[in-house]
Structures are given as C-alpha cells and as structure tokens.
C-alpha cells in the first residue's frame, strides 16, 4: 500500500509517505517555504515525499488528512451556541471563513493536490481519521511494541483533547476521551499566553522558565492553590475542568480573561520583551507542577485501563520533556516511547500509518532494534555539487575534505577550543529538534557557551538551555538516566559525580544570577535545576554526528556535545546549504560544515544583508 498523509490549515503543516507500512519520507512545510510553522498546504512537502519515494501522485492508493474538518465545524458551532451571546466577534470573524474555505476542505485539498499532478479519483481513497487517532497511530505504529497504552494529550483536535487508547498488533481502540472547552493542552496555552510567550510556539519557553521559580517561596503554594480552587479541577484519573469564567479561547479572540487573571495572581499580563521577574518564574513552576501531575495521573488512568507495560505518546503536550522524565522515573509504566513530531505535523505521518493498518487492515511487522521512526532523519538531504552551487552562489571560501573521519577530528578540535560550529549533514530531522542533521553545535565544558549560543548566535532570550548530545553508551557517566533517549524528549539530572555545589542563599538570588553561576562540569548543558534535555547519539541513525562526538571524547575525555538547532529566533530550522550560509553569515557562528565542506567565517566575503533576519522572521 502506497499511502500519502497531510496535516494543514492549523499550525506546522506537513507530509508523510508510507509505503507497506515503512516510514519513506516524512517534512514540515516551514522548512521549505522560510515561514515558521507554516499552515498552508504543503505542497514543497508533498512533492518532496512523492520525489524521495519514486512515487507519483496516480501510484498512490490512498490520500489522508489528519483530522475531520465537519466535526471541528459541528464543534465550533456548538460552543458559540453554548456561550451566546458571548463570543459574537469571534463568531463573525470565524464562520464566514469555515463557511468558503473549511467547509470544503476535500475540495480544496484536490485543487491543491491538481497543481501537483494527476490521479484517478475513483481509484485514489479520500480519508479523513479523527484528529486524536491520527495522534495515536503516530505513536503506536513506529513504537517497538505489539501491546501498548497510548496517551495523546493537546490543544484540542476535533472535540477530543486528551485521549487514551489501547494499541494491540494492528489495532488501536480508544478507551476515553476529555472533551473541549476542558484541555490540559489549552490551559498550558493560556500560561504561556499571560507569562509573555507565543501561543502554539512558546510553551517550550514556559518548561525552560519554571526551573527559576523558587521551589522553597511560598508563593509557589499560594499559585498552585489560586490555579486548584479557581481555574481548573483536577480528578483522580487526570481529568480537568477548566472554570471558562476565566478564559476567552472557546469564543474570544485571546486565551484568558486578562482582567480576572491579573486580579488572581495580582500583576499584569507580560508582554514578551518585558523583563522576566521572580513571580513569573514563580507561576511558570506552578504550572508545570499541576501539568506534571495531571500527566502522572493520566497515565496511572491509562496503566488500569490496559494493563500494559509499555506508554506510547502524542500530541503537543508529549513535548513537554520535563513531564516526560517525571514519567519515566515513576515507574508506572516499563518502557515509553514518545513520537519524536509529536505536534500536528506528526498528525501527517499518523494519517497514513492510521489508513495502512486500520482502514487496509495491513499486518504490522516489528523488525526493528529501536523503532520505525529512522532517528527521524526522514527529510531532504543534499548533494556535494549542491554546497559547491551555493558556494560559488556566495563566492564563499571552504576546505573540503575527502576523508569525514579527518573532517571530524578537525571540527572536534574546533570545537575543543570554544567555537562555535553550524552542523549540516545527511537528512533533515522530521518534527521540532535538530537531533544532528541540522544543528549548531559548541563546547560543553565551556562556562560561557551558553551565553553566547544565546546572545550571539541565536539572538533569544538568556534563560533558555541547551541540549546535550551524547554518546548513547556513556549516557550514565553524565546523567542520572541509564537508556536511550534518540528524540530529546526527555530530562534528567545530571550525575552527581559532575555536580558542583550551590552557593547560600541560591534561591533567592535573581534570575540573571542564578543563570551565570557553575553549576557542574558541564555548564553549558546544565540547566538551574541539574537538569539537561538529553539526546543519545546511536551509530545506526547517524553515524557522523557519532563519530564527531568520539573524535570529541577521544580529544577531551567528554563524550558529549552541545546542540542546539539551527536557526536563529523566529526562524525555521535550516534545510538546505543555502539556508545553512546565509544563516552561519547572519549570526557570530565561527565555523560551517556541510557534508564534507568546512567553512570559517573569517575567510568569508563581507554579508551585506546581516541584520535582514530581524525583519524578515517574525520573533516567536
């Protein structure tokens, strides 16, 4: 069964090709069109899965979209028939649009799909999963087990926004669902929204936050207890209800009620480039301790319902790679394996995979060490003839290397001497972590690396951490963790071996502060709590990225690496050389290497477009 999948119109559209129920090619729109998270149709994705593949559109057996565009539709317009007259300009806003445009959706889709090239529609399925359960085969189906609960937790899709289902061989049932207006997922938003961030982009922001609350003030209590008497209930099985006095996303135009949120947690809504303060950092513990605890909840729900050793998980909310470490060192289940795109772009892959083994009811086949998902390097690669292109295109000077072992050693030794490198190789990373294909890599032993990641090259904020890469073998000599973890959704203390102690009165040091002091032997990936979001490296995924780390081990005794991904903020993760450049010139990056290619910025030609980034990406 040949098998295309497409997520859009929401956020981080995206396509996927499944061929006999093998992952083949899998990307996010936003990496082609410059435009993050990107909600159009993708159609540079679509062409890229056909290309990758061999396929064109009239081979394909079947087309499937993540979601159900007519109960989205019967949802929306119960909810303003629910709060009327409430929500009369979001109402006016919004139906005329679902009305010409969502309504027709399959249509759209087809005329979308015409540009492309031609099929037979009466051969060629049309299938349309429920949202959750494109969430769920996204995370079953590449799992490595046969018997699995599965827990997909978000915003909302069509009414669901958390379900919790049974995967068995090719079967998937779904056991319970927690229903719009009430969602874990939306009250994270909400958080996100009034601490200052992006919705829909900046929850990631909120986990890298929480770790300054002050765990011992008692205004982390005091929040805790406003957000549990006042906005939400919470249930024995991680059910929530939300009190929708205080929010305005079911039929408003913004996520919360500002007014009432500011006489509850007495001070004003943050607008994003205002200073970060103790209290904010305060609430976003809070926050992030209720999640964690509905999480744990959840999953205890889902252990007595299906009697599994094994957790797959999905949805926006699977991102949250501190509730996923809470998770695994609880023990309520065996084994996790969480879907590296785990957001509506996943949705695309969890489409097809859904169509394959539900809808033609294929056998599923468990022939892999890890899981199906390839470390997730499932997007386009490039050529040496491509980096020459871009490189005569730049009239840009460069070493190249017809040995990578050579060029390997040579870049752990830049490494080892505090610069900074931009890493391109092999196939782009499908979902939202560089994990090696496309990363900016440093030193981690460096105490100033993370300053200057941020500050210089990345141009966010100071507060945000950095991943480690490490070797997959040595992952206990750093960290209190003793397993893989290929997708850097995890977070786990470091080890205390490599720990160095806290001054008095750490806790009650400001936020810059705290930010700057050594923390343990590897500043750069530790964050203010011990913590670091932990990416092993395998040498059967990416054997470069593998053997740069060794040639680092081999040069410093450490057998780890920064990585961070490679963009700067508000920009999409890079895809080709040429964004690769253009990127490694705009920022204080010292050196690039693209497949066999080695760059250094100062033998490169004076960028006269340096600062156009700032203009052309819109800050998230």
């Given at each position: 069964?040949?098998?295309?999948g497409?997520?859009?119109?929401?956020?981080?559209s995206?396509a996927?090709?499944?061929?006999?129920?093998?992952?083949?090619?899998?990307?996010?729109?936003?990496?082609?069109?410059?435009?993050?998270?990107?909600?159009?149709?993708?159609?540079n994705?679509?062409k890229?899965?056909l290309?990758?593949?061999?396929?064109?559109l009239?081979d394909?057996?079947?087309?499937?979209f993540?979601?159900?565009?007519?109960?989205?539709?019967?949802?929306?317009?119960?909810?303003?028939?629910?709060?009327?007259?409430s929500?009369?300009?979001?109402?006016?806003?919004s139906?005329p649009?679902?009305?010409?445009?969502?309504?027709?959706?399959?249509r759209l889709?087809r005329?979308?799909?015409?540009?492309?090239?031609t099929y037979?529609?009466k051969?060629t399925?049309?299938?349309?999963?429920?949202?959750?359960?494109?969430?769920?085969?996204?995370?079953?189906?590449?799992?490595p087990?046969?018997?699995?609960a599965?827990l997909?937790?978000?915003?909302?899709?069509?009414?669901?926004?958390?379900?919790?289902?049974?995967?068995?061989?090719?079967?998937?049932?779904?056991l319970k669902?927690?229903?719009?207006?009430?969602?874990l997922?939306?009250?994270?938003?909400?958080?996100?929204y009034?601490?200052?961030?992006?919705?829909n982009?900046?929850?990631y922001?909120l986990m890298?936050?929480?770790?300054?609350?002050?765990?011992?003030?008692?205004?982390i209590?005091?929040?805790?207890?406003?957000?549990?008497?006042?906005?939400?209930?919470?249930?024995?099985?991680?059910?929530i209800?939300?009190?929708?006095?205080?929010?305005?996303?079911?039929?408003?135009?913004k996520m919360?009620?500002?007014?009432k949120w500011?006489?509850?947690?007495?001070?004003?809504?943050r607008?994003?480039?205002?200073?970060?303060?103790?209290?904010?950092?305060?609430l976003?513990?809070a926050?992030?301790?209720?999640?964690?605890?509905?999480?744990?909840?959840?999953?205890?729900e889902?252990?007595?319902?299906?009697?599994?050793?094994?957790?797959?998980l999905?949805?926006?909310?699977a991102?949250n790679?501190?509730?996923n470490?809470?998770?695994?060192?609880s023990?309520?289940?065996?084994?996790?394996?969480?879907?590296?795109?785990?957001g509506?772009?996943?949705?695309?892959?969890?489409?097809?995979?859904?169509?394959?083994y539900?809808?033609y009811?294929?056998?599923r086949v468990i022939?892999y060490?890890?899981?199906?998902?390839k470390?997730?390097?499932?997007?386009?690669?490039?050529?040496?003839?491509?980096?020459?292109?871009?490189?005569?295109?730049?009239?840009?000077?460069?070493?190249h290397?017809?040995?990578?072992?050579?060029?390997?050693?040579?870049?752990?030794?830049?490494?080892?001497?505090?610069n900074?490198?931009?890493?391109?190789q092999?196939?782009?990373?499908?979902?939202?972590?560089?994990?090696?294909g496309?990363?900016?890599?440093?030193?981690?032993?460096?105490?100033?690396?993370?300053?200057?990641?941020?500050?210089?090259?990345?141009?966010?904020?100071?507060?945000?951490?950095?991943?480690?890469?490490v070797?997959?073998e040595?992952?206990?000599d750093?960290f209190?963790?003793?397993?893989?973890?290929p997708?850097m959704l995890l977070?786990h203390?470091?080890?205390?071996?490599?720990?160095?102690a806290?001054?008095?009165?750490?806790d009650?040091?400001?936020?810059?502060?705290?930010l700057?002091?050594?923390r343990s032997?590897?500043p750069?990936?530790?964050h203010?709590?011990?913590?670091?979001?932990?990416?092993?490296?395998?040498?059967?995924?990416?054997?470069?990225?593998y053997e740069?780390?060794?040639?680092?081990?081999?040069?410093?005794?450490?057998g780890?690496?920064?990585?961070?991904?490679?963009?700067?903020r508000?920009?999409?993760?890079?895809?080709?050389?040429?964004?690769?450049?253009r990127?490694?010139?705009?920022?204080?990056?010292?050196?690039?290497?693209?497949?066999n290619?080695?760059f250094?910025?100062?033998?490169?030609?004076?960028?006269?477009?340096?600062d156009?980034?700032?203009?052309?990406?819109?800050?998230?």
């Amino acid at each position: 069964m040949k098998i295309l999948g497409i997520s859009a119109f929401y956020h981080d559209s995206a396509a996927s090709i499944v061929v006999n129920g093998e992952i083949i090619a899998a990307a996010q729109e936003e990496r082609f069109t410059r435009k993050k998270h990107d909600a159009g149709f993708p159609a540079n994705a679509v062409k890229f899965c056909l290309e990758y593949s061999g396929l064109e559109l009239k081979d394909l057996d079947a087309i499937v979209f993540y979601d159900k565009p007519l109960l989205k539709f019967e949802r929306l317009l119960e909810t303003y028939y629910a709060f009327a007259p409430s929500g009369f300009r979001s109402f006016i806003t919004s139906i005329p649009v679902w009305i010409k445009e969502k309504m027709f959706l399959k249509r759209l889709i087809r005329e979308e799909l015409d540009k492309i090239g031609t099929y037979d529609r009466k051969k060629t399925k049309f299938l349309f999963p429920e949202h959750h359960l494109s969430h769920a085969a996204s995370a079953y189906y590449p799992s490595p087990y046969d018997d699995a609960a599965i827990l997909t937790i978000d915003g909302v899709g069509e009414w669901a926004t958390v379900s919790l289902c049974h995967g068995q061989k090719e079967k998937i049932t779904i056991l319970k669902e927690l229903r719009f207006p009430h969602s874990l997922g939306l009250l994270y938003s909400a958080f996100t929204y009034f601490l200052g961030f992006r919705v829909n982009s900046g929850e990631y922001k909120l986990m890298g936050l929480a770790p300054y609350g002050n765990p011992k003030s008692p205004d982390i209590e005091k929040y805790i207890n406003i957000i549990k008497t006042q906005l939400i209930s919470l249930k024995e099985d991680g059910s929530i209800w939300l009190n929708q006095d205080y929010f305005d996303y079911a039929t408003g135009l913004k996520m919360v009620n500002e007014k009432k949120w500011e006489d509850l947690f007495g001070f004003r809504t943050r607008k994003p480039e205002d200073e970060l303060l103790q209290h904010h950092c305060n609430l976003g513990l809070a926050i992030q301790h209720i999640t964690e605890e509905a999480v744990l909840l959840m999953a205890a729900e889902a252990k007595k319902l299906t009697g599994s050793k094994n957790l797959c998980l999905a949805g926006g909310v699977a991102l949250n790679c501190v509730s996923n470490g809470k998770l695994q060192k609880s023990g309520i289940f065996e084994n996790l394996f969480i879907q590296p795109a785990a957001g509506d772009a996943g949705g695309a892959l969890g489409a097809a995979l859904a169509a394959n083994y539900i809808y033609y009811g294929q056998p599923r086949v468990i022939d892999y060490r890890m899981d199906a998902m390839k470390g997730s390097y499932l997007g386009p690669s490039f050529s040496d003839l491509e980096v020459e292109l871009m490189a005569k295109k730049y009239n840009a000077s460069y070493t190249h290397f017809s040995d990578f072992s050579s060029l390997a050693e040579e870049t752990a030794k830049l490494l080892a001497t505090e610069n900074v490198i931009g890493w391109v190789q092999g196939k782009m990373e499908f979902g939202p972590r560089a994990l090696g294909g496309r990363s900016i890599l440093g030193d981690p032993r460096s105490p100033e690396m993370q300053k200057k990641l941020n500050l210089k090259i990345k141009y966010r904020e100071s507060f945000r951490p950095f991943a480690p890469s490490v070797l997959a073998e040595e992952v206990k000599d750093y960290f209190d963790y003793d397993g893989i973890s290929p997708y850097m959704l995890l977070v786990h203390p470091v080890a205390e071996g490599i720990k160095k102690a806290l001054p008095e009165g750490y806790d009650n040091m400001n936020l810059r502060d705290k930010l700057y002091h050594l923390r343990s032997d590897l500043p750069s990936i530790t964050h203010i709590d011990y913590s670091a979001r932990i990416q092993t490296v395998h040498p059967e995924t990416n054997p470069r990225y593998y053997e740069l780390i060794s040639s680092f081990k081999k040069l410093t005794g450490t057998g780890v690496v920064v990585n961070t991904s490679f963009n700067v903020r508000g920009e999409p993760i890079v895809m080709t050389p040429n964004d690769a450049y253009r990127c490694f010139m705009r920022t204080e990056m010292d050196y690039l290497v693209v497949g066999n290619f080695l760059f250094s910025k100062k033998d490169q030609p004076q960028w006269e477009e340096k600062d156009n980034w700032k203009e052309e990406f819109v800050l998230d």
